[in-house]
Protein backbone atom coordinates (compact mmCIF):
# COMPACT_ATOMS: atom_id res chain seq x y z
CA UNK A 1 0.00 0.00 0.00
CA UNK A 2 1.09 3.28 -0.87
CA UNK A 3 0.68 5.10 2.46
CA UNK A 4 1.45 8.79 1.24
CA UNK A 5 -2.18 8.49 -1.63
CA UNK A 6 -3.62 7.06 1.27
CA UNK A 7 -3.26 9.74 3.55
CA UNK A 8 -3.72 12.48 0.63
CA UNK A 9 -7.18 10.54 -0.33
CA UNK A 10 -8.40 10.31 3.62
CA UNK A 11 -7.66 14.29 4.28
CA UNK A 12 -9.12 15.10 1.27
CA UNK A 13 -12.44 12.83 1.33
CA UNK A 14 -12.85 11.86 5.20
CA UNK A 15 -11.39 14.73 7.05
CA UNK A 16 -12.45 17.80 4.27
CA UNK A 17 -15.46 16.52 1.59
CA UNK A 18 -17.51 14.27 4.08
CA UNK A 19 -16.94 15.03 7.84
CA UNK A 20 -16.67 18.83 7.13
CA UNK A 21 -18.08 20.32 3.30
CA UNK A 22 -20.92 17.75 3.36
CA UNK A 23 -22.30 18.03 6.85
CA UNK A 24 -21.76 21.86 6.45
CA UNK A 25 -24.35 21.46 2.97
CA UNK A 26 -26.46 19.12 5.11
CA UNK A 27 -27.01 21.97 8.12
CA UNK A 28 -27.48 24.57 5.44
CA UNK A 29 -30.05 22.66 3.77
CA UNK A 30 -31.58 22.40 6.81
CA UNK A 31 -31.30 26.27 7.60
CA UNK A 32 -33.28 26.76 4.17
CA UNK A 33 -36.24 24.49 5.40
CA UNK A 34 -36.01 26.08 8.35
CA UNK A 35 -35.91 23.46 10.75
CA UNK A 36 -32.49 24.64 12.52
CA UNK A 37 -31.84 28.31 13.20
CA UNK A 38 -28.17 29.19 13.46
CA UNK A 39 -27.27 33.03 12.78
CA UNK A 40 -23.76 32.63 12.91
CA UNK A 41 -23.85 29.74 10.53
CA UNK A 42 -26.18 31.55 8.44
CA UNK A 43 -23.49 34.45 7.78
CA UNK A 44 -20.41 32.84 7.13
CA UNK A 45 -21.52 29.96 4.77
CA UNK A 46 -22.14 32.13 1.50
CA UNK A 47 -18.82 33.74 2.20
CA UNK A 48 -16.33 30.91 4.04
CA UNK A 49 -17.60 27.80 3.86
CA UNK A 50 -19.14 27.08 0.25
CA UNK A 51 -16.17 28.98 -1.56
CA UNK A 52 -13.81 26.56 -0.03
CA UNK A 53 -14.36 23.99 -2.91
CA UNK A 54 -12.01 26.65 -4.89
CA UNK A 55 -9.59 26.34 -2.63
CA UNK A 56 -9.87 22.37 -3.04
CA UNK A 57 -10.63 21.72 -6.38
CA UNK A 58 -7.14 21.26 -7.63
CA UNK A 59 -6.65 19.21 -4.79
CA UNK A 60 -9.30 16.70 -5.96
CA UNK A 61 -7.76 16.71 -9.53
CA UNK A 62 -4.35 16.48 -8.26
CA UNK A 63 -5.44 13.52 -5.96
CA UNK A 64 -6.91 11.91 -8.92
CA UNK A 65 -3.83 12.25 -11.20
CA UNK A 66 -1.45 11.44 -9.01
CA UNK A 67 -3.53 7.54 -8.27
CA UNK A 68 -1.87 5.36 -11.06
CA UNK A 69 1.93 6.92 -10.65
CA UNK A 70 1.65 5.86 -6.69
CA UNK A 71 -0.39 3.07 -6.82
CA UNK A 72 0.65 1.17 -9.88
CA UNK A 73 1.94 -1.92 -9.54
CA UNK A 74 5.03 -0.70 -11.53
CA UNK A 75 5.60 1.16 -7.99
CA UNK A 76 7.00 -2.27 -6.41
CA UNK A 77 9.94 -1.56 -8.93
CA UNK A 78 11.37 0.52 -6.16
CA UNK A 79 11.20 -1.95 -3.79
CA UNK A 80 13.27 -4.56 -2.46
CA UNK A 81 13.56 -6.98 -4.64
CA UNK A 82 12.52 -5.41 -7.79
CA UNK A 83 14.63 -2.49 -7.00
CA UNK A 84 18.20 -3.97 -8.14
CA UNK A 85 16.55 -4.98 -11.44
CA UNK A 86 19.20 -4.03 -13.95
CA UNK A 87 18.99 -0.75 -15.55
CA UNK A 88 18.16 -1.97 -19.10
CA UNK A 89 15.84 -4.94 -17.82
CA UNK A 90 13.50 -2.19 -15.26
CA UNK A 91 13.75 -0.38 -18.81
CA UNK A 92 10.84 -2.56 -20.46
CA UNK A 93 9.60 -4.54 -17.44
CA UNK A 94 8.20 -0.97 -15.33
CA UNK A 95 6.32 0.26 -18.46
CA UNK A 96 5.32 -3.64 -19.09
CA UNK A 97 4.15 -4.05 -15.65
CA UNK A 98 2.07 -0.62 -15.87
CA UNK A 99 0.45 -1.40 -19.38
CA UNK A 100 -0.81 -5.07 -18.34
CA UNK A 101 -2.14 -3.32 -15.24
CA UNK A 102 -3.76 -0.75 -16.91
CA UNK A 103 -5.44 -3.30 -19.09
CA UNK A 104 -6.34 -5.92 -16.72
CA UNK A 105 -7.85 -3.86 -13.42
CA UNK A 106 -11.19 -1.76 -14.02
CA UNK A 107 -8.94 1.29 -12.24
CA UNK A 108 -8.62 3.48 -15.37
CA UNK A 109 -12.59 3.71 -15.90
CA UNK A 110 -12.68 4.80 -11.95
CA UNK A 111 -10.72 7.44 -12.35
CA UNK A 112 -12.16 8.62 -15.45
CA UNK A 113 -15.37 8.31 -14.02
CA UNK A 114 -13.69 9.87 -10.67
CA UNK A 115 -12.62 12.99 -12.98
CA UNK A 116 -15.81 13.47 -14.46
CA UNK A 117 -17.30 13.57 -11.11
CA UNK A 118 -14.99 16.27 -10.00
CA UNK A 119 -15.91 18.39 -12.89
CA UNK A 120 -19.46 17.82 -12.39
CA UNK A 121 -19.16 19.14 -8.41
CA UNK A 122 -17.23 22.40 -10.70
CA UNK A 123 -19.63 22.89 -13.36
CA UNK A 124 -22.66 22.68 -10.09
CA UNK A 125 -20.54 25.09 -7.71
CA UNK A 126 -20.40 27.32 -10.71
CA UNK A 127 -24.06 26.94 -11.36
CA UNK A 128 -25.01 27.45 -7.65
CA UNK A 129 -22.71 30.83 -7.84
CA UNK A 130 -24.69 31.93 -10.28
CA UNK A 131 -28.06 31.17 -8.93
CA UNK A 132 -27.15 32.86 -5.89
CA UNK A 133 -26.00 35.85 -7.22
CA UNK A 134 -26.24 38.93 -5.28
CA UNK A 135 -28.54 37.37 -2.80
CA UNK A 136 -27.26 37.15 1.30
CA UNK A 137 -30.02 36.22 3.21
CA UNK A 138 -31.81 33.04 4.11
CA UNK A 139 -34.93 34.41 2.89
CA UNK A 140 -33.67 35.04 -0.46
CA UNK A 141 -31.75 31.78 -0.70
CA UNK A 142 -34.71 29.73 0.51
CA UNK A 143 -36.13 29.20 -3.07
CA UNK A 144 -32.82 27.46 -4.11
CA UNK A 145 -33.38 24.79 -2.18
CA UNK A 146 -33.32 22.41 -5.08
CA UNK A 147 -30.30 23.79 -6.49
CA UNK A 148 -28.27 23.42 -3.22
CA UNK A 149 -29.58 20.04 -2.98
CA UNK A 150 -28.49 18.95 -6.28
CA UNK A 151 -24.91 20.20 -5.42
CA UNK A 152 -24.68 18.13 -2.77
CA UNK A 153 -26.10 15.14 -3.91
CA UNK A 154 -22.41 15.99 -6.28
CA UNK A 155 -20.56 16.15 -3.82
CA UNK A 156 -21.58 12.64 -2.17
CA UNK A 157 -20.98 11.10 -6.09
CA UNK A 158 -17.60 12.13 -5.60
CA UNK A 159 -16.67 11.34 -2.41
CA UNK A 160 -18.21 8.09 -3.36
CA UNK A 161 -16.43 7.77 -6.72
CA UNK A 162 -13.48 8.35 -4.34
CA UNK A 163 -13.77 5.27 -1.86
CA UNK A 164 -13.98 3.32 -4.81
CA UNK A 165 -10.42 3.89 -6.25
CA UNK A 166 -8.26 1.08 -4.68
CA UNK A 167 -7.14 1.45 -0.90
CA UNK A 168 -4.18 -0.33 -1.61
CA UNK A 169 -1.55 -1.95 -4.96
CA UNK A 170 -3.05 -4.45 -6.30
CA UNK A 171 -1.19 -6.80 -8.67
CA UNK A 172 -3.21 -8.74 -11.12
Not at 7 to 13: A, G, S, T
Not at 40 to 60: C, D, I, M, N, Y
Not at 104 to 124: M, P, Y
Amino acid sequence: MNASWQRKRIRFNHDWLKNEYLLALGCWQRMLEDSVRDPQSEGRFLTSVLPTWTKRREEAYALVLSFEAEMSPAVLMNRLPLKDVQPETRAWLEPLIRDLWRSRSVVSHHLQETVAAITAVDDGYDQLRAAIGDRTSIEELRSLYDEFARFEGLCQELSRRLGLLPARIIVT
